[in-house]
């Protein structure tokens, strides 16, 4: 079962635009993690944000934790060519594995 | 840095042939997952592992098998492949220490086709 469904499903922007994608989860969690795929690639983790904190800076990432919204935003700043991949969100619920949304592909045009 | 393998990044077999994908991690993790990844579906979790000959079953195990005899390496099989099991294939390990928060690190993958 999908417990984070993120929003968009793809974005397309210009390089050096700010890039953000939503997550939506159905259950109390204990993080919410974010990971990154290159095409044809394994997914590489990102960034965590535990349930008790609200934002989280890393680089030019920034996470946002909504606990009462059961949502999360991945912020990318100044974006790159480079970025160019699909994000998931996976949301850590106590005592199961982790389970992982269906992805936002972002495109970096420069 | 934790380094989990897979043993192809290709494969090709045909309908029926029994297919066996490896996975090995060099970080002494005691938690081992397989998924399975296709076009509009994200990750789905076919099979984790919490410790060697242990197996729990995710969200579609049907038509698969697991097999953990050592703690760095889980296999998944495929008893008698079908097309629609043509997927890339994830791999992912990690470890239950405190503080690791249950992160995740994934092998290359594997995209197999079945003929």
């Known amino acids: 079962s999908q417990q984070g469904e993120e929003d968009p499903q793809a974005l397309s922007i210009q390089e050096g635009e700010n890039a953000t994608m939503n997550c939506s989860y159905k259950?109390?969690?204990?993080?919410l993690q974010w990971y990154r795929q290159n095409s044809g690639r394994g997914l590489v983790h990102l960034i965590l944000?535990?349930?008790?904190?609200r934002e989280k800076h890393s680089g030019r990432l920034r996470v946002t934790l909504d606990t009462s919204k059961k949502s999360s935003s991945l912020l990318i700043t100044a974006s790159r060519a480079a970025d160019t991949a699909s994000y998931f969100c996976?949301?850590?619920?106590?005592?199961?594995?982790?389970?992982f949304g269906k992805g936002t592909t972002l495109s970096v045009s420069s | 840095d934790v380094k989990v393998t897979q043993s192809s990044r290709y494969l090709v077999k045909r309908t029926g042939e029994k297919v066996f994908l490896e996975c090995v991690q060099d970080?002494?993790?005691?938690?081992m997952f397989w998924y399975r990844q296709d076009p509009g579906l994200g990750l789905r979790l076919i099979y984790f592992s919490y410790d060697v000959k242990m197996k729990e079953k995710g969200d579609i195990p049907e038509g698969y098998s697991v097999s953990r005899e050592k703690k760095e390496r889980f296999s998944l099989i495929l008893e008698s492949a079908s097309t629609n099991q043509t997927s890339m294939y994830l791999c992912?390990?990690?470890?239950?220490?405190?503080?690791?928060?249950?992160?995740?690190?994934f092998g290359p993958g594997t995209r197999l086709t079945v003929l």
């Open positions: 944000i535990r349930s008790n904190e």
């Open positions: 992912a390990s990690s470890t239950r220490l405190a503080g690791a928060d249950d992160t995740q690190y």
């Open positions: 996976a949301a850590n619920q106590a005592g199961t594995a982790l389970i």
């Open positions: 970080m002494d993790h005691e938690n």
């Open positions: 259950t109390s969690i204990n993080n």
